[in-house]
């Protein structure tokens, strides 16, 4: 099975990387890989539990939880997590705050990462 790392860096919403990283986190584990996100800088606000985007517009945070359902592990770094004021209670179920070194970790374990 291959082993896909994404981080994402910007904001979940303003532009559509982290839409179109989700989407393609989805269509790896549709072809039998497995996926793991990273979230730095402002893609942090992803995991943020209870986003209301407008009617007919996606959610990144319902996106995250089906990929977690499916087992998508997904992390954010602690230090751009602090610098916005999230705690681990703001995230989504399943997200979790975790380090550089678990990213780093990750990058040294897998076969490919894509960075958005």
């Not at 904001?11 to 269509?27: I, M």
Request: charged residues 20%.
């Amino acid at each position: 099975m291959s082993m896909v790392t994404i981080v994402l860096q910007d904001a979940p919403y303003g532009n559509e990387k982290v839409w179109n990283a989700l989407r393609l986190s989805q269509a790896l584990i549709s072809v039998g890989s497995k996926v793991r996100i990273f979230l730095y800088g402002d893609s942090v606000v992803a995991a943020k539990r209870g986003q209301n985007p407008p009617k007919g517009y996606y959610n990144v945070g319902e996106m995250l939880s089906a990929l977690m359902e499916k087992g998508v592990e997904v992390k954010s770094c602690l230090t751009c997590t602090s610098a916005r004021g999230l705690v681990q209670e703001d995230f989504i179920e399943g997200a979790l705050i975790g380090k550089t070194i678990d990213l780093a970790r990750w990058v040294h374990e897998g076969e490919k990462v894509m960075v958005f």
